[in-house]
Every structure is written in C-alpha cells, then in structure tokens.
C-alpha cells in the first residue's frame, strides 16, 4: 500500500513560475526523501529531511515537513522545462528502512 | 560511471517461466532495496538488504518471489511461475547506510518485464 500521496496528482505551469506539491503521509518516520522520475534519466534523489527539521533548501528547492500534520511540501522556484518530471515523496515508518512511496505528482513546465 | 546497474533491462517471457534480475550496486553501498513499479503509480517497496542480510520483505511478496545477495555485493530477484500481473518495471537502488541510515538511495535504471 502507499503511505505517501501526492497532491496534486497533475500540475502544468509556464516556465519561471513557481511549483508547489504536497506530501501526507500516515505513521511516524525518521525521515522524508524527493525523487524525480523522467523517461531520460530514471528515479533521481532531489533532497532529504529529517523529522527534526522543518525546512531545507538545495538550489532551487526547498521543502518544509510539519510532523504534527504528517506532511511535507516540495516547492521548486523558477521552473525550467527540464523540471518537467514526476515527483514523488518517500518516507521510512519509523523502525524499518522500508521506504514507501507515494503517487507521484506529475508536472509539466510549459516553455 | 559507478552508479547502479541492472540487467537485464527488458525481459520478455510467458507465463509459467521462471525469470532473475540482476542488480550491482555502488560498490561501497551496504544496503540494497528492490521496488516494483508499474504504470502511473510510485514504486512499491519489495525487500531490503543489510549486506548479505534481507532485514525487510513486504508482505505483498508473494513466495514465488526470492531475492538474495550473497556476500554482501551484487543481488539477484528471481520470481517463479511468472504472472501476467507481475508485469512491472522493477529497480533497484542502493545507498550507504550509516548512524541514524538516513541515506539517500540511488536508483539503476530498472529492468521491465513484460509477461505474455
């Protein structure tokens, strides 16, 4: 089953604009990991958060995890065609490293 | 390039057979997961590898399904008497896991397995 979900499922923006996409999750984690899915390039890690910090940043991402509200959001400033992917949230359950993955957002930059 | 390989990266074959994937990770990484993915759906989380120890298996795994990783480097998943719902692409990904474990996991590019 997914613990994670998406939201939204489906995003489209014009390049430079911002993209935002959610994450909620179900049971306690140690941590909460980004992916990025493209055809060319298959699942790539973006960045990971700990469940004792609120906000990282890397570039032009940055990503918040509130874990009163099991959730965490992936904001991607600037966006270039190139961020055309699908995104995805990972989390481990606390006491595994059995990640779960959620739905996926998919987001299409428009040029 | 080190990064993650898996071979084959397709496989075609008809229900009944039997099939094994291959996986070689980075070769310093010490855990090694397989997850199944299939069409517009994130990945599902299979098993994982402490070394040459399976430490996790998910329940979804039915036991025509076996992985190994003899000696801690290279893993194989076998899966018997294969299913036109076990059509999937299946990853492989590997990271170094430390104090706390909290690496990020590198993924290959998949091997998809198509059942006729």
């Known amino acids: 089953s997914q613990q994670g979900e998406e939201d939204p499922q489906a995003l489209s923006i014009q390049e430079g604009e911002n993209a935002t996409m959610n994450c909620s999750y179900k049971?306690?984690?140690?941590?909460l990991q980004w992916y990025r899915q493209n055809s060319g390039r298959g699942l790539v890690h973006l960045i990971l958060?700990?469940?004792?910090?609120r906000e990282k940043h890397s570039g032009r991402l940055r990503v918040t995890l509130d874990t009163s509200k099991k959730s965490s959001s992936l904001l991607i400033t600037a966006s270039r065609a190139a961020d055309t992917a699908s995104y995805f949230c990972?989390?481990?359950?606390?006491?595994?490293?059995?990640?779960?993955f959620g739905t996926g957002t998919r987001l299409k930059v428009l040029a | 390039d080190t990064g993650v390989s898996q071979n084959p990266r397709h496989k075609i074959t008809k229900r009944g057979q039997n099939v094994t994937f291959r996986c070689d990770p980075i070769?310093?990484?010490?855990?090694l997961y397989w997850y199944r993915q299939t069409l517009g759906q994130g990945p599902e989380f299979l098993t994982y590898?402490?070394?040459?120890?399976?430490?996790?298996k998910s329940r979804l795994l039915s036991d025509r399904f076996s992985a190994e990783r003899p000696k801690g480097s290279f893993s194989t998943l076998e899966i018997q008497r294969t299913e036109q719902g076990d059509s999937a692409m299946y990853l492989c990904?590997?990271?170094?896991?430390?104090?706390?474990?909290?690496?990020?996991?590198?993924f290959g590019p998949g091997t998809r397995l198509t059942v006729l």
């Open positions: 049971t306690s984690i140690n941590n």
């Open positions: 990972a989390t481990d359950p606390s006491g595994t490293y059995k990640y779960i």
């Open positions: 070769s310093e990484h010490n855990r």
């Open positions: 958060i700990r469940s004792n910090e």
């Open positions: 990904a590997s990271s170094l896991g430390g104090p706390g474990g909290y690496n990020e996991q590198f």
């Open positions: 590898f402490q070394n040459e120890a399976q430490l996790e």
